[in-house]
């Protein structure tokens, strides 16, 4: 298959050096084919880097599929499957606990994560156009822009030592993502601070995911520069 790249934004004043894990977990939606070209644009936006891509979804007819469209791309990416959590802990009908869930389950499985310099997480239903990674990272710091008050939840970057901390299941009370999160991140005093980007999250338009309510059945862009551009 011929991969079709557009062209991307990266920080001029690069994290030069640094190894960087990224980590893509969520549902294949809103189909396989959409979900590979977030996967390829977001390794194009990060091209630059030296980087590891470490994917989890659920195992469902689709994302099957996807597994065999990133094999015959030949993406240098590592692919995990797991069983759909069915578990509905928390508010939000499970949803943040089962993010939090997958989130850790892949964490979990990248080798000697303590090697990277830093971790960048992001939706599997998403792509990343722009990315402006903050010359050094704070020890005690997890890095997402504020957003109705608390945090925003679909992308975010740390330390491996701060980001361990943050994205776990262990004593957590899972009510919305945002409130999580921010919970999560104050429980371990850590500081909060923004950082540059441009996502664009694609959803599909199912009242229901593997049999879950969805939050929203519309794409939406999220542009942050030095202060919100669009959260539509």
């Known amino acids: 298959m011929a991969l079709l790249f557009r062209n991307a934004l990266v920080s001029e004043e690069m994290v030069g050096g640094k190894k960087i894990c990224v980590l893509m977990s969520g549902v294949t939606r809103p189909n396989p084919k959409r979900v590979l070209e977030n996967i390829i644009k977001t390794l194009e936006t990060l091209s630059e880097f030296d980087t590891e891509f470490y994917i989890l979804t659920y195992e469902t007819e689709q994302s099957i599929e996807l597994k065999w469209l990133i ?10 499957l797991i069983p759909p959590i069915t578990e509905n802990i928390g508010g939000h009908n499970g949803n943040t606990y ?14 000697d994560i303590d090697k990277f310099d830093l971790i960048l997480r992001t939706r599997l239903d998403s792509e990343i156009e722009e990315i402006d990674f903050p010359n050094e990272l704070d020890d005690d710091t ?3 822009p504020e957003i109705w008050g608390l945090i925003f939840d679909n992308i975010g970057i740390a330390k491996p030592s701060v980001f361990k901390q943050v994205w776990h299941t262990d ?3 899972f009510d919305n993502p945002h409130v999580t999160l921010v919970a999560s991140i104050k429980n371990n ?3 909060m ?13 199912d009242v229901e995911v593997l049999g879950v309510p969805q939050w929203s059945r519309k794409n939406r862009v999220f542009i942050y520069k030095n202060g919100w551009v669009r959260t539509e």
Do not use: A, D, H
């Open 71 to 80: 094999e015959e791309s030949g993406l240098n990416v590592k692919f995990y």
């Open 98 to 111: 089962r993010m939090f869930k997958t989130t850790e389950i892949l964490w979990n499985n990248v080798p």
């Open 142 to 144: 997890y890095y997402s």
């Open 171 to 173: 004593g957590l009370v």
């Open 189 to 191: 005093n850590f500081n």
């Open 193 to 205: 601070k923004p950082f540059n980007f441009k996502q664009t999250l694609y959803q599909s338009e």
